[in-house]
């Protein structure tokens, strides 16, 4: 985009900030760092259809792909190359917040980028096989705590993976050391349910939204999920672990951020086009086709749960020695 008018990213009508100006950007992009088809995908088509399905931009939105740590070699790309291009939003997930707090985005940490916002999110689940004697959480851990060793567990990532940490929350909440836990590695969650039904791993550690469908076909079962209240649809007779006295939440958020040193003005105007598509019915079409529950969080309170989660992870990653 060669040049961009003060308000440029609200569509199609006028005064839809305080009665500023308004004009449509001659482009916008969203950066996926990652293949297409991954989640990165997925939260770049989640704004770019329902922006276009909206009218809040009038043209397509491109992807673009760049593959590379998860994220890491977009990250320093917009960093070092476009952080002052504000036609371009990046796709940003908590999986990014945790890469972040074990250093894995190089020289970079989370003040580098401005976060705009997230539009929905995943959250994390206890999963056992069907036939577990295991009806809850809580008996669980209980279980856990009395013989670790007993109870391999297994999620779609490698050591300090999401899955992972989920995994060691459980341990924790049995007074049991992280390290020690018996943690399978497996390549996405239709390994790790070939592995829990195959009596291969007897905990799964992953997200509501791929493992939903299989617990309401009885599967398996899911004891808990890691959200501050009950989920909608195939899981809302599943107990939050809160409700089962365990103080744990695991929120997969899926949001983006843009360079630091676009203007003030321009950042909000992205802010402000989110809260607007938000509220929109086109976008919570395009949100529940992804299989995301209604999460959003835009602005300052944004950068301040990213910064938040950071932290977070950082503890969690020190305890269990990563």
């Known amino acids: 985009m060669k040049k961009i008018l003060v308000n440029a990213l609200v569509l199609g009508f006028a005064g839809f900030m305080a ?3 308004v004009a449509a950007p001659e482009k916008t992009e969203c950066l996926a760092g990652a293949k297409p088809g991954g989640g990165f995908d997925l939260t770049c088509r989640l704004a770019g259809n329902a922006l276009l399905a909206a009218k809040l931009i009038d043209k397509p939105m491109p992807v673009t792909y760049m593959e590379g740590g998860v994220g890491a070699v977009a990250y320093n790309h917009v960093v070092g190359k476009r952080s002052s291009d504000p036609t371009l939003i990046t796709a940003a997930s908590s999986g990014s917040a945790l890469l972040l707090a074990q250093g894995k ?16 999110a995943d959250y994390g689940v206890i999963v056992v096989a069907a036939d577990s004697p295991y009806k809850s959480l809580k008996d669980l851990v209980e279980a856990y705590g009395k013989a670790p060793g007993d109870f391999p567990i297994g999620g779609g990532g490698a050591v300090g993976s999401q899955d992972w940490m989920k995994g060691a929350l459980v341990a924790k ?28 791993i007897k905990i799964a550690a992953g997200d509501a939204a791929e ?15 890691m959200a501050p209240e009950r989920l909608p649809g195939d899981l809302k007779d599943v107990a939050t672990a809160r409700e089962q006295g365990l103080d744990i939440d695991w929120v997969v958020w899926r949001g983006f951020y843009t360079g630091k040193n676009i203007t003030d003005a321009q950042y909000q105007d992205w802010v402000e086009t989110f809260r607007k598509l938000s509220q929109t019915p086109e976008f919570a079409q395009e949100r529940e086709a ?10 300052a309170d944004f950068e301040r749960d990213v910064k938040k989660d950071v932290e977070r992870f950082k503890a969690l990653a020190a305890e269990a020695g990563l």
């Open 290 to 299: 992804r299989g995301l529950y209604p999460y959003t969080v835009l602005g």
């Open 173 to 200: 909440s049995a007074g049991q050391d992280p390290k020690k836990m018996r943690y399978v590695a497996l390549e996405g969650g239709g390994a790790v349910l070939t592995a829990l039904e195959g009596g291969h």
């Open 19 to 21: 009665g500023a100006a």
């Open 105 to 120: 985005f190089g020289q970079y940490d989370e003040s580098a980028v401005r976060w705009i916002g997230a539009l929905g």
């Open 211 to 225: 493992m939903a469908k299989h617990h309401a076909a009885g599967k398996v079962r899911i004891l808990a999920v």
